[in-house]
Each structure stands twice: as structure tokens, then as C-alpha cells.
């Protein structure tokens, strides 16, 4: 298994600023993403954070709004950039671990609101 | 469009009976599905999953059926318990990928 830690655990904003949620894993992780639970709503894959290149962005998602960092393995950050009220949601940081058969871990979450 | 939908938002449940939760998929190439919990702030957590070449899944009181002629998916619960109460995900993936697309949740209500 797997411990993922995620801060902030909440944030309120102003609009047009950004905020960066950190993710930091405590073992060995093969690969690592980025969701998003808007209020109501399903949790939508935002992109794959590749380790020292660039992120891989799901439809509806590009790096000029939600830039990706992943220097090393058990490490990632998100951004959101120049928010809006419509940013407002839960970001959620997953991975996998060698041997987990698919089975992601997750952190407990940013609930992000932006004014 | 929704690859993985679960069209019951919410179901209420009484103790020490039967829950059971569905979710229903429209890509073919999914061969792997997972059944997640989440509690109001924290990350969901894995329950159980189940791939493509079976079609049921059993840990404890949860087991989980896959028909995949219908694309369509299902846990049970039994005996359900107030602690199950929770948002109840269903996941489809295609394995080796670890990408999974997730269901719009299930809230479950069990009382006493």
C-alpha cells in the first residue's frame, strides 16, 4: 500500500490568482495523477504526472491552466493557474506501487474555493 | 460522454440487509473494474475489484459481479452496516495502463 499526503487540505482564493497543491507518496510509485471532483460530479482525470518530462493532459485539459511537476518519483505538484469560481472543487493526488494490480491510492484531497 | 455510469445517486439501506450498488460501462476495451469508498473528506479507498475474465469477486461481505454482455456491474454488500455508509465509486480501466475513469458515485445510507 501506500501513503499519499496532499496540503493544502483547503484553500480559498481570490479570483485570477493560482494556487500549487503539493503530493508527496511514502514508498515506491509507478505512476501518478491528478483527478477532480467538481460539486456533484464524478472524480475527472486531469492528467499523468511523468517523472522529468511533461504531463500527459486528459480532453478539456491543458498545461497553461493546470501545470504539472514531477521531479522525482514520490513527487508532484499541480497548479491552478489565473482561477475562477469554476475552479472551485476537490483536487484529488493518486498513484500506483509495484504489484497493486491497478489499484490507485489517493490522497484525502484539496477542496479548493475560489471567490 | 460518460463512460462509466452509475444512474442510482443515492440509496438508503436498513442494517443487516442486502445493498447493492450498480454501474454500468460503454467501452468495450475496459477489462478491469474497482469498486472505491469515500468518506466525506478523505480520498476514496479501495474496496474490491474484479477483471474481465470473471465474473464475480468475493472479500468478505462484499462481492462484486460483472456481466459483460450488458456492461454492467455490481456490489453487494451484506449485511450491510452503519459504517458503510459512504459515497460509493465504481471504476473501469484497461489493464496495464492505471488509468481508471470513474463513475459519478453512489451515496449509501444505512440505518439502524
Known amino acids: 500500500s501506500a501513503v499519499i499526503s496532499q496540503k493544502p487540505s483547503r484553500d480559498i482564493c481570490q479570483r485570477g490568482t493560482s494556487l500549487t497543491i503539493q503530493c508527496q507518496v511514502d514508498s515506491q510509485v509507478t505512476m501518478m495523477f491528478w483527478y477532480r471532483q467538481q460539486p456533484g460530479q464524478s472524480l475527472t482525470l486531469i492528467a499523468t504526472?511523468?517523472?522529468?518530462?511533461?504531463?500527459?493532459?486528459e480532453s478539456g485539459f491543458v498545461i497553461d491552466k493546470f501545470p504539472i511537476s514531477r521531479p522525482n518519483l514520490t513527487f508532484s505538484t499541480l497548479t491552478v493557474s489565473n482561477m475562477s469560481p469554476e475552479d472551485s472543487s476537490i483536487y484529488l493526488c493518486?498513484?500506483?506501487?509495484?504489484?497493486?494490480?491497478?489499484?490507485?491510492?489517493f490522497g484525502s484531497g484539496t477542496q479548493l474555493s475560489v471567490l | 460522454d460518460q463512460q462509466v455510469k452509475q444512474n442510482s445517486p443515492s440509496l438508503s439501506v436498513q442494517e443487516g440487509r442486502i445493498s447493492i450498488l450498480n454501474c454500468d460501462y460503454t467501452n468495450s476495451m475496459f477489462d478491469y473494474f474497482l469498486w472505491y469508498k469515500k468518506y466525506p473528506a478523505e480520498g476514496p479507498t479501495f474496496l474490491i475489484s474484479i477483471s474481465s475474465i470473471k465474473d464475480k469477486n468475493e472479500d468478505g461481505r462484499f462481492t462484486v459481479f460483472l456481466n459483460k454482455s450488458a456492461k454492467h456491474l455490481s456490489l453487494h454488500i451484506v449485511p450491510s452496516q452503519p459504517g458503510d455508509s459512504a459515497v460509493y465509486f465504481c471504476?473501469?480501466?484497461?489493464?496495464?495502463?492505471?488509468?481508471?475513469?470513474f463513475g459519478t458515485g453512489t451515496r449509501l445510507q444505512v440505518f439502524p
Open positions: 471504476a473501469a480501466g484497461v489493464y496495464n495502463t492505471d488509468k481508471l475513469i
Open positions: 504526472a511523468n517523472q522529468g518530462s511533461e504531463a500527459t493532459y
Open positions: 493518486s498513484a500506483s506501487t509495484p504489484g497493486s494490480n491497478e489499484k490507485l491510492f
